[in-house]
């Protein structure tokens, strides 16, 4: 990880631990990497229900997939797969379920407990293949603490 994505890890690992409830944490996570990362144009969790992952909080444009089953979307594919998954052009990926017009690149990360798929960080960029390994790296690491505060 580079040193500008290292420090947002921890800072944001500390604002997750440090949150008085799951859902403040999540607000938390999803404020600063707004804030943070300009091509970040969209960022949310979703938590997983069921066999569906249900939109909690986000910042960017309203989306129209507020639930949205184990087996469709990039965000369907991650869970099922408990793995990251990064889309550099989402307009060649037949599984992506569009939010916005000008979204280009998308990452879907897993927030795991052991094996168990508690939800997930998604976000889309306005840039084409705008996440790279730090972005994972990073993403990966603030899934590992939210993780944490949900499965309590
Ligand atoms: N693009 C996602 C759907 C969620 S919106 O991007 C917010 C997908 O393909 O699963």
Known sequence: MTAHAASLAEEISGSIASAPNSTTAMERAVHILKTKRPNYSWVGIYLLEGD?????????????????PLNRGICGAAASQKQTITVDDVNS????????????????????????????????????????????ALLEKIAGALAKKLRT
């Open 52 to 68: 569906e992952l249900v939109l909690g909080p986000f910042l960017g444009k309203p989306s129209p997939h507020t639930r949205i």
């Open 93 to 136: 990926d037949p599984r992506y379920l569009a939010c916005s017009i000008e979204t280009k690149s998308e990452i879907v990360v897993p927030i795991m407990d052991g094996d168990r798929v508690l939800g997930e960080i998604d976000i889309d960029s306005d840039k084409h293949a705008a996440f790279g390994d730090d972005d994972r």
